[in-house]
């Protein structure tokens, strides 16, 4: 009897240090900046997202914002903020952006003086891989011209079709202003060509810039291939 009672608290706690060292993935959100613009009723929203568990996991399409006036008032709420290409899956260590734009009356009204955003984990998703390219900023006086060069260079053998680019810009103090994607299925790339996407900055955004004296500094680009 004795051996017996033994061998099922040896079961019980394997079972339960197995369960405790399961593998998950957790999606943690390291930046994030909501910028409204002055007078109107649009605000952009960044953040960046890094899987900080121990597994690979996809985004959920289902990210919280709440943004709250001085009174510590909910004056926002958007219930579907999705990553940059969308429910992508990312390996431990890995990080993908986020982007919204929002339009809200509230917004001419009262002023977001904080925000709070959480996005979690999906079951299922889209599978990318990333290939290298080189992002260049390019600022103009005039707001209506400024940009962000992507270029890359297919370097395999086949066409490459269902890509997703997704461009960042930070400021003079390591703050998102800016984060855009976009994705195409029609569009071929054949092996060796290379490839350059402009991606152009809101003028109101150039705008909220210069009245606030941020200053664009450092971009980045991420090159997705979906597999």
Known sequence: MKRILIVVLVCTLLFSLAT???AEAKMTV???????????NTAYFYAKVENTGDSAGYIEYGGKLVGFNASDEIILQEDYVGSSPSNIKLAPGEYAYVSEYIIEDVLRTDTVTDCKFSIKTE???SDYSKIPCEAKLELSEDEYENYV?????????SILYNFAITVVVYDQNGELVFVDGDYTSSIGIHPGSTITIKAGIDSDLVRHYTKNEITPTTVEALVYIED
Do not use: Q, R, W
């Open 149 to 157: 060069y992507v270029t890359f260079t297919n370097d395999t053998d």
């Open 123 to 125: 079951e299922y998703g």
């Open 30 to 40: 390291t930046k994030k900046n909501l910028i409204a613009i002055e007078g109107e």
């Open 20 to 22: 405790s060292a399961i």
